[in-house]
Nanobody, 121 residues
Framework: QVQVVESGGGLVQPGGSLRLSCVATGSILRIHGMRWSRQAPGQQRELVAAIVGGGATNYGDSVKGRFSISRDNAKNMAYLQMNDLKPEDTAVYYC???????????????WGQGTQVTVSA
């Protein structure tokens, strides 16, 4: 079994910064990629940023130039550095890990429970 847990959310003023963390634990053979998505009330979930094993990254248009995703492969962790935050960035942020399990050898996505980010004066 695998668990994915996010942390680092909170309340921040417009123009401020936050750093989200995500850790995957459990029976993990390999993590192929990790990504952050977000969902605001009444809106569809959208991709924020993704990073694959080789280090290539991809960002949603609305966060390009402000957010940065990184990984620590040794710790099975991913981070999302969010700068110049805007009220429209307010959402629940989810981490997803694309993992092959050590026991099952099955490859699938594992989702965290999410962490709330609120940008407000």
């Amino acid at each position: 079994q695998v668990q994915v847990v996010e942390s680092g959310g909170g309340l921040v003023q417009p123009g401020g910064s936050l750093r989200l963390s995500c850790v995957a634990t459990g029976s993990i053979l390999r993590i192929h990629g990790m990504r952050w998505s977000r969902q605001a009330p009444g809106q569809q979930r959208e991709l924020v940023a993704a990073i694959v094993g080789g280090g290539a990254t991809n960002y949603g248009d609305s966060v390009k130039g402000r957010f940065s995703i990184s990984r620590d492969n040794a710790k099975n962790m991913a981070y999302l550095q969010m700068n110049d935050l805007k009220p429209e960035d307010t959402a629940v942020y989810y981490c997803t890990a694309d993992i092959t399990g050590r026991g099952t050898r099955e490859r699938r996505d594992w989702w965290g429970q999410g962490t709330q980010v609120t940008v407000s004066a």
